[in-house]
Antibody, heavy 120, light 110 residues
Framework: EVQLVESGGDLVQFGGSLRLSCAAS????????MNWVRQAPEKGLEWVSH????????YYADSGKGRFTISRDNAKNSLYLQMNSLRDEDTAVYYC?????????????WGQGTLVTVSS | FMLTQPHSVSESPGKTVIISCTGI????????VQWYQQRPGSAPTTVIY?????PSGVPDRFSGSIDHSSNSASLIISGLKTEDEADYYC??????????FGGGTKLTVL
């Protein structure tokens, strides 16, 4: 069974930093492209960042460029999101989402999410 | 390129509902459209991918279509059940090949 378990969400002050983790199990993690998707309270889904299976190709939404860094450790079956210079608008549940096999354009498995709250 | 959805729809059990997703500043047909269901307090799950394909385990009451004339995608749910009550999001790629979601539609089954 595919499992994605996020952790690291917390209450952080405006301008602070946080590192989110996603532990993957039940599939060959190193073969899949991965993403972070977030959802602000009572709002819709917003794609945040994407990383290829090898980690060589990385993309960010404009909202996180220059502040967020996505990375992965295939030996540890883990995905990460380093978030710096956090703003009020970064308050959201952050989901780890797997891209479907052989594609990049849709997400076939999601974690349960981890809540990031930025307090000013 | 953006995707726009109605904020909410409602229908009775046993009926059919159609949720639309309209492409703005680009063609809806350029990239595949996916649909995700999100029940309250839960993570999203896929109900339609590649315009009209269902993942295993999704009942055939769920279907998807593309209408080129209106530049829109549709999620069609027939034989509505109370368990279908959820938020539904369409998703595709924009002109930069970034992932884009519609704003979501709240489906009420009453």
């Amino acid at each position: 069974e595919v499992q994605l378990v996020e952790s690291g969400g917390d209450l952080v002050q405006f301008g602070g930093s946080l590192r989110l983790s996603c532990a993957a199990s039940g599939f060959a993690f190193s073969r899949y492209e991965m993403n972070w998707v977030r959802q602000a309270p009572e709002k819709g889904l917003e794609w945040v960042s994407h990383i290829s299976s090898s980690g060589n190709s990385i993309y960010y939404a404009d909202s996180g460029k220059g502040r967020f860094t996505i990375s992965r450790d295939n030996a540890k079956n883990s995905l990460y999101l380093q978030m710096n210079s956090l703003r009020d608008e970064d308050t959201a549940v952050y989901y780890c989402a797997r891209a479907a096999a052989g594609t990049v354009y849709w997400f076939d498995s999601w974690g349960q999410g981890t809540l990031v709250t930025v307090s000013s | 390129f953006m995707l726009t959805q109605p904020h909410s729809v409602s229908e009775s059990p046993g009926k059919t509902v159609i949720i639309s997703c309209t492409g703005i500043s680009g063609s809806i047909a350029t990239n595949y459209v996916q649909w995700y269901q999100q029940r309250p307090g839960s993570a999203p799950t896929t109900v339609i991918y590649e315009d009209n394909r269902r993942p295993s385990g999704v009942p055939d009451r769920f279907s998807g279509s593309i209408d080129h004339s209106s530049n829109s995608a549709s999620l069609i749910i027939s034989g509505l059940k109370t368990e279908d009550e959820a938020d539904y999001y369409c998703q595709s790629l924009d002109s930069s090949n970034d992932w884009v979601f519609g704003g979501g539609t709240k489906l009420t089954v009453l």
